[in-house]
C-alpha cells in the first residue's frame, strides 16, 4: 500500500560514500559503482591538499558499500575491469 503522506525524497540526498586522498582513486570508485548500476558523484576540490568524496544518493549507500567491499575482496584486476566497462558507456 501507498502512504500519499510519505515523503521519500530523503532517499535521494546524496551522502558521502567514501574520502579518498586523490582524484584518480576516487575516479576508479565511481568506475565500479557505475558498472554495477549505482549512480555517484565525484565531489572535487580545486586544491590538491583537500581529499575528493564520493557520494551515492541515501536510498544505494547500502548497495554501494557492498559491491566496494566484494570488489576490494576480488583484488585490483577486477577493479580495472570494472573500470573498463564503465568507460565503454562514453
Not at 567514501?18 to 568506475?31: H, Y
Not at 548497495?63 to 576490494?72: K, V
Request: glycine share 4%; charged share 25%.
Amino acid at each position: 500500500m501507498v502512504h500519499a503522506d510519505r515523503d521519500d525524497s530523503h532517499d535521494l540526498d546524496m551522502v558521502t560514500l567514501l574520502t579518498l586522498p586523490t582524484e584518480m582513486n576516487a575516479d576508479v570508485v565511481r568506475g565500479i559503482l557505475e558498472a554495477n548500476g549505482i549512480p555517484s558523484v565525484v565531489v572535487r576540490s580545486p586544491y590538491r591538499s583537500i581529499p575528493t568524496n564520493v557520494r551515492v544518493a541515501r536510498l544505494h549507500l547500502l548497495e554501494a558499500e557492498r559491491i566496494l567491499r566484494e570488489a576490494e575482496a576480488a583484488g585490483p584486476e577486477a577493479a580495472a575491469q570494472a573500470e573498463a566497462a564503465s568507460e565503454e558507456n562514453f
